[in-house]
């Protein structure tokens, strides 16, 4: 065995846009302990914009986060209860509750070119003694020489490590390669990868990134995730093993994890269908899909034209009221 790669699960994380935060306490019982018993050594677990992201505008969730997290660091024994925080949609205030419950890292979000909005919280999670990731959304939008400068910022904060995003899976294994090339270069710090599978490509992404040298890998169980959904985690374990890749994970375990806990919870098939394609093809935030067919549905538009239209005006993660504002917008033109 080669190279250890941390795993990161994030099922309970991106996989909420997919189940449009319904998730329970009895449900996240059961998947965060399965995947500790499988050996994950950080479970990701908030709304899926994170923190304190339960609201009209992203979507309410069914059971208040902070219980879901109570209920969570009951089961996990071994790997580390981990949240997400986009400044700006959850406060400090709210990471003191999430680590009052449990959590024992988090991974703050900002858009690509806006690391310097997470030094304070990046600042304070430190202070708390997390573990504690700079996460850099939409790296699609930038070009690997300034991501690497974004990531540099976020080293400097205190990041344990670099997590570059693919959140609208629009990049190709090339361009995944050359970001976290770049990012390495740059920081003395791990660098990680998160991929969405709007273009089919996040094994081969993940795999790409790992080559590159990417030491931590995000995925979930079933891909459950935004848009096309996530790296499939029991794939992925599958795949490294065959590589010859060590990441100490149970992969029977995650096999039957899948089968037994997500598959029955999950409301539409995580498929590569029309609107995920472009939202790969179009370069749209992944979280974006659900928004866009319910603003298709009250419009009766094709949600491709939608999507080509937030790609084309370059829309970000919390221009989500835009989606409608734009349909409107289309709907008018149509006459
Ligand atoms: C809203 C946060 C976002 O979903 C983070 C993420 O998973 C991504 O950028 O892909
Ligand atoms: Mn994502």
Redesign the pocket.
């Known amino acids: 065995m080669e190279q250890k790669i941390q795993i990161v699960d994030t099922t309970l994380r991106?996989g909420s846009?997919a189940v449009r935060h319904s998730f329970t306490e009895e449900q996240v019982s059961a998947i965060a302990a399965g995947l500790d018993r499988c050996n994950v050594p950080l479970i990701e677990l908030s709304h899926?914009?994170?923190l304190g992201g339960s609201s009209y505008t992203y979507g309410f969730s069914k059971r208040n986060e902070f219980l879901l997290l109570k209920a969570a660091a009951k089961q996990i024994k071994n790997g580390k209860l981990t949240v997400?925080l986009?400044p700006g949609i959850g406060t400090i205030e709210d990471l003191k509750k999430a680590y009052d419950c449990g959590a024992k890292a988090v991974r703050v979000?900002t858009h690509v070119t806006e690391a310097d909005v997470s030094a304070q919280h990046i600042e304070a999670a430190r202070r708390l003694g997390m573990m504690t990731v700079g996460f850099l959304?939409?790296t699609h939008m930038a070009e690997p020489q300034v991501i690497a400068e974004e990531a540099k910022k976020m080293e400097s904060y205190g990041a344990d490590y670099i997590n570059l995003?693919d959140?609208a899976g629009f990049l190709l294994p090339e361009d995944v390669a050359a970001r976290v090339k770049a990012v390495k270069e740059a920081v003395s710090i791990p660098v990680g990868f998160?991929a969405?599978n709007n273009l089919n490509l996040a094994i081969a992404n993940s795999l790409a990134a790992v080559e590159a040298g990417a030491r931590y890998i995000d995925a979930t169980l079933r891909g459950l995730g935004?848009g096309a959904g996530n790296t499939q985690i029991e794939v992925l374990a599958g795949v490294l093993k065959r590589k010859g890749i060590d990441t100490g994970l149970d992969f029977y375990g995650l096999m039957d994890l899948a089968e037994r806990s997500v598959e029955p919870l999950m409301q539409r098939p995580q498929t590569v269908d029309n609107g995920s394609l472009m939202l790969g093809y179009a370069g749209v935030y992944?979280?974006f899909l659900l928004h866009v067919y319910d603003a298709a549905k009250k419009y009766d538009l094709d949600p491709r034209d939608i999507m080509i239209e937030l790609g084309r005006r370059r829309m970000v993660?919390g221009q989500e009221d835009m989606i409608l504002s734009e349909a409107y917008q289309l709907k008018q033109q149509a006459g």
């Open positions: 991106d846009h899926g914009d994170g997400l986009l979000a959304m939409m995003a959140s998160h969405h935004a992944s979280s993660g």
